[in-house]
């Protein structure tokens, strides 16, 4: 394909310095989305599936953290016979 064969959002694209995937769905999907802000690409969809599992993970973490935390100070209050809180 020539430059002069290429559709004008192609070019608008290859403007702002963006060169579109050979995959004409995902280039005009990439189009839509940064020049109107309609039609996220699935790479937004699927990154937002991942900041939710990382949030997800992070909120398990700081549970075992916590829980490791009370286990550690049961041990210690046990061993210098301290009233537990």
């Known amino acids: 394909m020539t430059t002069?064969?290429?559709p004008q959002w192609i070019k608008d694209?290859?403007?702002y310095g963006i060169?579109?995937?050979a995959?004409?769905?995902k280039a005009r999907e990439l189009y839509e989305f940064l020049m109107h802000g309609t039609n996220p690409p699935k790479v937004?969809?699927?990154?937002?599936?991942?900041?939710?599992q990382?949030?997800?993970?992070?909120?398990?973490?700081?549970?075992?953290?916590e829980e490791?935390?009370?286990?550690?100070?049961?041990?210690v209050a046990r061993r210098h016979h301290l009233p537990r809180s």
Request: proline share 5%.
């Open 44 to 52: 937004t969809q699927r990154a937002k599936l991942i900041r939710q």
């Open 13 to 15: 694209l290859q403007d």
């Open 68 to 75: 490791s935390r009370q286990t550690m100070a049961a041990l």
């Open 54 to 65: 990382q949030k997800q993970s992070e909120g398990l973490r700081q549970a075992r953290l």
């Open 4 to 6: 002069e064969d290429r």
């Open 23 to 25: 995959d004409r769905d």
């Open 19 to 21: 060169h579109p995937p």
